[in-house]
């Protein structure tokens, strides 16, 4: 009976690592959240039992770490673009150019560009 537990914890655990995956891949990092919780309480079980069967934790930690690097590559992504998104700010907030001595200048740009109409 214990096996049956410890097999039935893990083939959840793993049907949320797949859900995780699948979610990586589509870029859903909102799902992500809601199932942390599900995998946090998982390995806590699996981590209080004694599992015999190591082929099903090795299929298991396979999957922890294909998930862990996808997890990576999207924090990358994440941190790329916001660093993207602050370069770009900081081109419409200020000019520069390179002069004849190769010194370069900075010319700062006016906030809000207003347009009045006149009658």
Excluded: C, W
Aim: hydrophobic share 40%.
């Amino acid at each position: 009976m214990t096996s049956e537990v410890n097999m039935t914890l893990i083939k959840s655990l793993e049907e949320v690592l797949d859900l995780e995956r699948a979610a990586l891949v589509q870029g859903d990092l909102d799902r992500l959240t809601h199932m942390v919780p599900e995998k946090e309480k998982l390995i806590g079980a699996i981590n209080n039992l004694q599992v015999q069967d190591s082929d099903a934790l090795i299929r298991v930690q396979q999957k922890v770490a294909r998930n862990q690097a996808l997890l990576n590559s999207a924090a990358d992504g994440i941190r790329a673009v916001a660093s993207r998104m602050a370069e770009l700010r900081r081109v419409r907030q200020e000019f520069s150019t390179y002069g004849a001595d190769g010194q370069r200048s900075e010319f700062a740009m006016r906030g809000t560009v207003k347009l009045e109409k006149r009658a």
